[in-house]
DNA sequence: GGTTTGACCCTAA
DNA sequence: ATTAGGGCCAAAC
């Protein structure tokens, strides 16, 4: 199984109106060092797929999309969507990770 | 097959 | 507390 496929179907799993983090996610596949493999990942990610890719930030709730396929507006319109509180800081979107951060048990 | 890069994280100053 | 630098792992060059 290839790393990719791991983080995929993780991403996969994580439930409507929740978020998660790169490190976290890191943590749970192989090794918790490998969060920006995550982003990896998720950054080679074709234009139309299911995997929730928008529900994945940094650790700080952060969302630090910059030249991408996807803008960060689009993220942030469909976390929206989802019921998700997103707020508008310096410049950058930011979700309340006590609030919304999922974990799996 | 060695070097660079990346939607990041952690530690130290 | 905030800022700066190094490190980690896997793919692309």
Redesign the pocket.
């Known amino acids: 199984m290839?790393?990719?496929e791991k983080v995929y179907r993780l991403v996969k799993q994580i439930p409507q109106g929740q978020v998660s983090?790169?490190?976290l996610l890191a943590s749970q596949i192989?090794?918790p060092?490998?969060?920006?493999?995550v982003?990896?990942a998720?950054?080679?990610?074709p234009a139309k797929t299911t995997v929730p890719?928008q529900r994945?930030v940094?650790?700080?709730g952060m969302i630090?999309?910059?030249n991408?396929n996807?803008p960060k507006e689009e993220?942030v319109k469909r976390l929206q969507q989802e019921g998700i509180k997103v707020e508008f800081k310096d410049g950058n979107f930011w979700v309340d990770l006590g609030k919304y951060l999922w974990q799996m048990r």
Request: no cysteine.
């Open positions: 290839n790393f990719y983090t790169y490190g192989s090794s060092r490998a969060a920006q493999l982003g990896f998720l950054r080679s990610l890719w994945v940094n650790s700080a630090s999309i910059e991408l996807f993220q």
